[in-house]
């Protein structure tokens, strides 16, 4: 039996793409033992997962403490894995591989400033661009199975699976349907729009449509949301009530909801893992091609400040290169909700009935 590992130490929709290498390495070594290594904020997206036997957890600053990494080199090295992946390839996740005497080390080539040392047997480079419509991160996992081992018929899409009682999550049964979750704050300043560019948004849903909204945000984010929530017209639609502050909790509760509009992060591939609607805002500094999984124009549909002013950035000066890079949200700003309402407003009118007030 392969006991094989799989090292992903970032973010939370980082991880939960990142098992689809379960999920299609189970294809090829039906009877292995796979495992992930991942930070234990994320751990809720592989819960239930058939494909993954094994999750280890660890706190990201410890992981960046060289003892601690001293220490779970070691631990891996013990458990005498025979395949590596490392899709993230930063420094711990490559010591991990150099020492841990797996005969696969596979892992995605990246320009390191260290010394060019052995971390894979197998590295694999990106692609150059993506071929299908899962998104290319998705796409370069894939890939770094297929490059090494015979896979057939991979299988891209990314999975969420919830237990029966799980699917029996009640607290909405008595809220004005449809559902909306409104992911109204990025993972960083730098993946959120500005407060009253969202609170547009809101107001427009809670104008034309009978519906109740709910926030998502992470728990430290409170004070923001709350901001946000004041600024609003329609407040009898909100409710502020219905929050999970967990990953799983989240799940439970947009496994509930008919839809999401957000900021684009963790959220949104844990909704398309459900197969509910997404409609997402792309942040300008981040590679949409990268992340726009699945992307249809109706099912899931999305706008980027770049497929609007295509020509944006070379035309910046560098004068004004610099002065964007000390404020992020001066090229958020261009994304004005009325481009938004180009594309949401006929994503809405699909997915729900319009209500004539």
Not at 80 to 103: H, N, V, W
Not at 275 to 281: L, Y
Not at 305 to 332: A, C, G, M, V, W
Request: charged share 25%; with cysteine.
């Amino acid at each position: 039996m392969k006991k094989i590992l799989v090292i992903q130490n970032k973010r939370i929709g980082d991880v939960l793409i990142s098992s689809v290498i379960a999920n299609n390495i189970k294809k090829v070594f039906p009877q292995s033992e796979v495992t992930y290594f991942v930070y234990d904020y994320t751990t809720g997206v592989l819960e239930q997962n058939p494909n993954i036997d094994r999750v280890i957890s660890v706190k990201e600053k410890e992981l960046k403490k060289f003892p601690k990494l001293l220490q779970t080199i070691a631990k891996i090295k013990k458990e005498k894995y025979d395949i590596i992946f490392d899709p993230y390839s930063k420094f711990q996740s490559r010591m991990i591989c150099l020492f841990s005497g797996a005969e696969y080390r596979i892992g995605l080539k990246r320009a390191h400033k260290e010394l060019k040392l052995p971390f894979y047997t197998h590295p694999i480079s990106f692609l150059d661009h993506r071929s299908k419509n899962c998104g290319k991160a998705i796409e370069d996992r894939i890939n770094m199975i297929a490059s090494v081992f015979d896979l057939k018929a991979p299988e891209y899409a990314p999975k969420i699976f919830l237990t029966e009682e799980e699917t029996k999550y009640s607290k909405v049964h008595s809220l004005q349907k449809p559902i909306i979750m409104l992911g109204i704050l990025g993972s960083t300043p730098q993946k959120s729009m500005p407060y009253d560019y969202m609170v547009e948004i809101i107001d427009f849903i809670t104008a034309h449509y009978k519906a109740t909204i709910l926030f998502n945000y992470a728990p430290h984010q409170k004070e923001e949301a709350l901001k946000v929530y004041e600024m609003c017209q329609n407040k009898d639609q909100i409710n502020l009530d219905i929050y999970e502050d967990s990953i799983r909790g989240f799940i439970k509760l947009m496994n509930q909801c008919d839809l999401l509009v957000s900021n684009e992060g963790g959220s949104v591939h844990i909704t398309k893992a459900l197969k509910k609607p997404t409609f997402t805002i792309y942040s300008p500094y981040v590679n949409k091609e990268h992340w726009c999984s699945f992307e249809d124009g109706d099912q899931h549909d999305s706008i980027h400040l770049l497929e609007e002013k295509p020509n944006l950035f070379s035309s910046f000066t560098l004068e004004e290169r610099r002065r964007i890079e000390q404020d992020p949200h001066s090229l958020y700003k261009q994304l004005t909700p009325e481009m938004i309402f180009e594309k949401l407003k006929p994503f809405l009118a699909h997915h729900l009935q319009k209500t004539h007030r």
